[in-house]
């Protein structure tokens, strides 16, 4: 566990990595939710001012196309007074004929941070019906806690649906929410710790075939080409866990198989999802441009599955 000072300079520098400029049609991309498809389109959001929805173009940029929030929810200043509107990390999942987004509040250098949920029947700004609704906070945490309660992460799984979140403290962590409300189940219940690290964020739950892979990110993001992000996996019988490793350690005593880390110009991969394109599962991350002075970007790899584990295929 970092103590917060340290952690200040670690990963909550999001402004000079990954801003989000209003102007800006072609956005740097951080944080990437999963990619959805929703009428025609292919979209998702990032971090960003307001929570920036992209939409893939032809040629494969992602333009902005609108904002989640252009007014802030009252909640947002009254539990996490010192966040200016820079809302991190965002996930998506379509529940039947509902998107429930959900997003990170957090405070500059500790875990003063909360998770929110905002709802909409579609994700074309040009529709009647394109109307985002705010439901509040689904889980706070504070000081005296032992988690940080943002890099929410969604999955379904035989009609339950689970939330992993957490960066740095004791960890990645996992509850389950109420698939009808997108709300906290058995608020007054711990959450799961499924992984431990030194330096350890932005888990995402895969179920492929019987088995539930578990992504995560050790090391550093937000400093650009000084990146040292790099993206490790664990896999259970459980989606609860134990999450082990290729050696058979457990995530929750700092297991963590490698995945992917820097390659040429792809410097500190990071916060990674699954999307299938095609019938082809793709790894969906964002990473540092050593061309570009380190600006942020995506990236979509192909995976292929290898005695029982995910690897890049080359």
């Known amino acids: 566990m970092l103590r917060p000072l340290l952690l ?3 990963a909550f520098i999001l402004p000079a990595a990954a801003q989000f400029h ?3 049609p072609y956005p740097r991309i951080h944080d990437p939710s999963t990619v959805v498809d929703d009428a025609g389109s292919t979209l998702m959001l990032c971090t960003g001012h307001g929570v920036p929805l992209l939409k893939r173009e032809a040629d494969g940029r992602w333009k902005r196309e609108g904002l989640l929030f252009s007014d802030y929810p009252a ?7 010192e966040n200016r509107g820079h809302l991190w990390a965002p996930d998506i999942i379509r529940i039947g004929s509902q998107w429930f987004v959900y997003y990170s509040v957090s405070s500059f250098g500790s875990n003063e941070s909360a998770i929110g949920l905002a709802t909409n029947k579609t994700l074309d700004p040009a529709s009647k019906d394109y109307a985002w609704k705010d439901e509040g906070m689904i889980i706070r945490s504070r000081g005296s806690n ?3 309660a943002i890099d929410p992460a969604l999955i379904m799984d035989d009609g ?6 957490g960066s740095f403290w004791e960890g990645t962590q996992l509850i389950e929410l109420d698939p009808k409300t997108g709300l906290r189940k058995n608020a007054g219940q711990q959450p799961i710790r499924l992984a431990t690290h030194q330096e350890i964020e932005a888990p995402f739950i895969h179920k492929h075939g019987d088995d539930y892979y578990l992504f995560v990110n050790w090391g550093k993001c937000c400093k650009g080409v000084d990146s040292t992000y790099e993206i490790r996996i664990g896999r259970s019988k459980q989606i609860t866990g134990p999450y082990l490793d ?3 350690v457990d995530l929750k005593d700092g297991g963590g198989a490698p995945f992917l880390a820097t390659e040429g110009k792809f410097i500190g991969p990071g916060h990674a999802s699954i999307y299938k394109e095609k019938g082809r599962e793709m790894l969906v991350h964002h990473y540092y ?11 979509m790899l192909p995976l292929e599955w290898k005695d029982g584990w995910p690897l890049i295929a080359r």
């Open 8 to 10: 200040a300079s670690l």
């Open 22 to 24: 209003r102007d800006d």
């Open 75 to 81: 909640w947002h200043k009254k539990e996490i007074p």
């Open 289 to 299: 441009d050593k061309d570009r002075n380190g600006r942020s970007d995506l990236r």
């Open 146 to 148: 032992h988690y940080n």
């Open 246 to 248: 290729k050696e058979g």
């Open 160 to 165: 339950r649906l689970w939330m992993s979140f």
